[in-house]
């Protein structure tokens, strides 16, 4: 059977089983895979399209964006963010929502400057809360300050600022 001779018995046989006849397996393979492929994909979901919103994450976190075109790479896409970067993604990386299509501005490095008519109109912009909180702390003294075996220095946390670690007691 392996090479396409019959069994050897001592039954008789029709003459037409006495010819040799050489059987290709590659073609039974694949139809066989085929109908194989069949069955397994029934189930399939429809993968991304063009102009598809979706949430993309980046640097741990989600923004929102539109697909642009599918990249030659397997489940990969090329997608437009709302902050005006194009970015490459793979497909878990995607979230198809059902929100409105994002104005996805084109991506500037730096701000334009402004054409103001008077320069002495032009006020410095006030501080950002977050850099103000974080000047305004109090750092303890270097004497206080640590190092870990590694060299690293251990800071003592924010709360503890006006507490003197040494003392006991808090700072006036």
Not at 63 to 75: E, F, K, M, N, Q
Not at 122 to 145: K, N, W
Request: with cysteine; net charge positive; hydrophobic share 30%.
């Amino acid at each position: 059977m392996l090479f396409s001779r019959s069994l050897r018995t001592k039954l008789p046989l029709a003459a037409e089983h006495l010819i040799l006849a050489v059987v290709s397996p590659r073609g039974q393979l694949r139809q066989r895979q085929e109908q194989y492929k069949k069955y397994f994909d029934r189930k399939t979901k429809a993968l991304l399209h063009s102009d598809d919103v979706v949430r993309v994450k980046h640097h741990s976190e989600w923004l929102r964006g539109r697909v642009i075109r599918p990249h030659d790479a397997p489940r990969s896409y090329v997608v437009e963010c709302e902050e005006g970067s194009t970015l490459r993604r793979n497909r878990r990386d995607l979230i198809e929502t059902a929100e409105e299509t994002p104005v996805c501005a084109p991506f500037i490095d730096e701000p334009p400057p402004t054409q103001d008519a008077s320069p002495s109109s032009s006020s410095p912009p006030p501080p950002s809360p977050l850099l103000t909180s974080s000047s305004s702390a109090v750092r303890p003294p270097l004497s206080i300050l640590k190092t870990t075996s590694r060299g690293r220095v251990a800071q003592q946390p924010v709360r503890f600022a006006d507490y003197d670690m040494s003392a006991g007691r808090r700072r006036k």
